[in-house]
């Protein structure tokens, strides 16, 4: 495990980008992993839109599996040392997960996105105007498939292989004024998420202060080149002793 400390001044902003591994320790399996998500379902099947196209009841038994499994989890010592900083530095703070999982909220933390969807959440498969909202139901069967009022089909709120991420443009804004960025728990396999450090790194221009880039997991990501420092560990042992902030 590493001893590094990150050191947060009064002025400074930090942008978190989280990924499936913060996850892990809570007991939810990553993607990419030899036990991961992947190796037992084929992204194509599951998580396109094609696949919800040609059979919405094989992806609906996926996200009721993904929410039984999320249902019975607790938020780690990860989670709840991202939620305590954020209640040190207040709106200086800002969390983006490619998670779908709730555990951010459960541990505490508010200023908050969710770049792929989230697993408790649903929507009109038409988009015909009908709000996103909160589900928590299983849906096992083709019967059980709630209609929407426009009679569209209810998808899960979830962003597929092919689909836009969602308040991107919340997330640049938020990338182009962060002081210190902090990526944990994520291979650097899927853009746009694997290139915010670069983002992040193309504004080092020689009038501003430099962006410190941080990585945090187990093993370096396929983009660990592009962090100032990768710290190798688990989240839920590294996170809770890695900042210092400044009063
Ligand atoms: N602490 C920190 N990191 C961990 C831990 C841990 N305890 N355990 C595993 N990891 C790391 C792995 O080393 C790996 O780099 O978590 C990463 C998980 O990578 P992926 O499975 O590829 O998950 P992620 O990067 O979040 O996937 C991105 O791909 O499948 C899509 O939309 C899905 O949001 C997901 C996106």
Known sequence: MS?????????????????????????????????????????????????????????????????????RCEPNPAHHALAALESQIGERFFLCTQNVDDLHERAGS???????????SSRCEANCGEPVFSDRNLYESAAQIPACICGA???????????????????????????????????GNVHPAASFVHWARQRNLPATPRVRTYYVGPEPPLNAGAFTEVILGKAGEVLPNLFSVEP
């Open 153 to 187: 089909q209810v998808r899960p709120h979830i962003v597929w292989f092919g689909e836009c991420p969602l308040e991107m443009d919340r997330i640049m804004r938020e990338i182009d004024r962060c002081s210190v960025m902090i990526v944990v728990g994520t291979s």
């Open 110 to 120: 508010h200023n908050l996105v969710h770049m792929h969807g989230e697993l408790f």
């Open 3 to 71: 001893t590094n400390i990150i050191q947060i001044g009064n002025q400074e902003r930090v942008f978190v980008l989280t990924g499936a591994g913060i996850s892990a320790e809570s007991g939810l399996p990553t993607f990419r992993d030899s036990d991961g998500l992947w190796s037992g379902h084929r992204v194509e099947d599951v998580a396109t839109p094609e696949a919800w196209e040609a059979n919405p009841e094989l992806v609906w038994q996926f996200y009721s599996m993904r929410r039984r499994d999320a249902e």
